[in-house]
């Protein structure tokens, strides 16, 4: 078992930047590949990045490739989402998730825990 905790969101003006955190407990995160998702209002929730145990492998969506980045520090048990760039569509509920599986792609399905997600406005 895995808990998830995200932090980190709040309010930007569009072309600013965020950095988003979510912080791993119960077991140590090297274990999972983590990924990101968002959810904005009346829409799915749908994947941002990802990355791999090791940190050898990261996957983006393509609506955030070259404006995000994904990366992980294991000592502090932590995956982090920087996110530059932002446009008024990156607005959402921002949420983390762990696969045992290694699983470093888009299929929510092939995440086995999730945090509480953490909100991230950007205005126009």
Not at 57 to 70: E, L, N, Q, W
Not at 90 to 109: F, K, L, M, Q, W
């Amino acid at each position: 078992q895995v808990q998830l905790v995200e932090s980190g969101g709040g309010l930007v003006q569009a072309g600013g930047s965020l950095s988003v955190s979510c912080a791993a407990s119960g077991r140590t995160n090297s274990r999972y590949a983590l990924g990101w998702f968002r959810r904005a209002p009346g829409k799915e929730r749908d994947f941002v990045a990802a990355i791999s145990r090791v940190g050898s492998i990261t996957y983006y969506a393509d609506s955030v490739k070259g404006r995000f980045t994904i990366s992980r520090d294991y000592a502090k048990n932590t995956v982090y989402l920087q996110m530059n760039s932002l446009k008024p569509e990156d607005t959402a509920v921002y949420y983390c998730a762990a696969a045992e599986s290694n699983y470093v792609g888009p299929n929510r399905s092939n995440y086995d825990y999730w945090g509480q997600g953490t909100q991230v406005t950007v205005s126009s």
